[in-house]
């Protein structure tokens, strides 16, 4: 062989042991990949798809029925209050009382109050006398205009502890006095020529509901 041609074989056996040591070490490569890195999944298809993907379905519960709402009840008649015509009163009636209360009797001139009297409210069956009390309301008027009969019955009421309440009737200041021991509450006031005075009970009236009542008489022929 020429020398040439040794040298390249010289070349060609050193090659060969390296050539097979990378295809080895590729080889362990490749199986170490294989066995850390797992198997991809299928790439799912990415085209669109014309079908629409429909949420589990859902019994719907019944909806509640709808509650109605309450008509508004009729409202009873608004009830004037110092309701007052020229300058001389007339007998007067009650308006504001409880219902079903209707003018029961006259009352009598009391003793030494000649130009005092009234009438007396309360419900159907009610005995009068007496004319105060439970389940009545005795309106008191004394013409001229004259305090004397709401004074003396003031005096009556502090005789059994009664006590003032400051109230107001169709502006004017005044009081009602009620008596605790027997349920008895008055109010009185003037209108125009006339002294009002009205008694009634605890028992059927609130010291408003009394101040209401006499807030609402008015003229009975005027």
Same mark, same amino acid.
């Given at each position: 062989?020429?020398?040439? +041609? !040794?040298?390249?074989?010289?070349?060609? #056996?050193?090659?060969?042991?390296? %050539? $097979?040591?990378? /295809?080895?070490?590729?080889?362990?490569?490749?199986?170490?990949?294989?066995?850390?890195?797992?198997?991809?999944?299928?790439?799912?298809?990415?085209?669109?798809?014309?079908?629409?993907? +429909? !949420?589990?379905?859902?019994?719907?519960? #019944?909806?509640?029925?709808?509650? %109605? $709402?309450?008509? /508004?009840?009729?409202?009873?008649?608004?009830?004037?209050?110092?309701?007052?015509?020229?300058?001389?009163?007339?007998?007067?009636?009650?308006?504001?009382?409880?219902?079903?209360?209707?003018?029961?009797?006259?009352?009598?001139?009391?003793?030494?109050?000649?130009?005092?009297?009234?009438?007396?409210?309360?419900?159907?069956?009610?005995?009068?006398?007496?004319?105060?009390?439970?389940?009545?309301?005795?309106?008191?008027?004394?013409?001229?205009?004259?305090?004397?009969?709401?004074?003396?019955?003031?005096?009556?009421?502090?005789?059994?502890?009664?006590?003032?309440?400051?109230?107001?009737?169709?502006?004017?200041?005044?009081?009602?006095?009620?008596?605790?021991?027997?349920?008895?509450?008055?109010?009185?006031?003037?209108?125009?020529?006339?002294?009002?005075?009205?008694?009634?009970?605890?028992?059927?009236?609130?010291?408003?509901?009394?101040?209401?009542?006499?807030?609402?008489?008015?003229?009975?022929?005027?």
């Amino acid at each position: 062989m020429t020398r040439l +041609t !040794l040298a390249m074989r010289d070349i060609g #056996a050193s090659l060969i042991p390296r %050539a $097979v040591r990378l /295809a080895i070490l590729g080889a362990g490569v490749v199986a170490a990949c294989s066995t850390t890195i797992p198997p991809s999944a299928p790439a799912s298809d990415s085209t669109p798809s014309n079908s629409v993907s +429909t !949420l589990p379905s859902t019994t719907l519960t #019944a909806l509640p029925t709808s509650t %109605a $709402v309450p008509t /508004a009840m009729a409202l009873p008649t608004l009830i004037s209050r110092c309701v007052r015509q020229g300058s001389a009163a007339f007998p007067g009636v009650v308006e504001a009382r409880p219902d079903g209360w209707f003018g029961q009797s006259e009352i009598a001139t009391p003793p030494d109050f000649p130009t005092t009297g009234g009438q007396v409210y309360g419900p159907h069956g009610v005995e009068v006398p007496p004319r105060e009390g439970p389940s009545r309301l005795a309106l008191y008027e004394t013409f001229p205009a004259n305090d004397a009969y709401f004074t003396s019955r003031i005096e009556q009421s502090r005789k059994r502890n009664g006590k003032p309440i400051a109230v107001t009737v169709c502006g004017e200041a005044t009081k009602v006095w009620l008596t605790e021991s027997t349920g008895e509450v008055i109010v009185g006031w003037t209108d125009r020529d006339k002294s009002d005075v009205l008694v009634a009970n605890t028992a059927d009236f609130t010291v408003q509901e009394l101040v209401d009542s006499a807030e609402s008489v008015y003229d009975c022929c005027g």
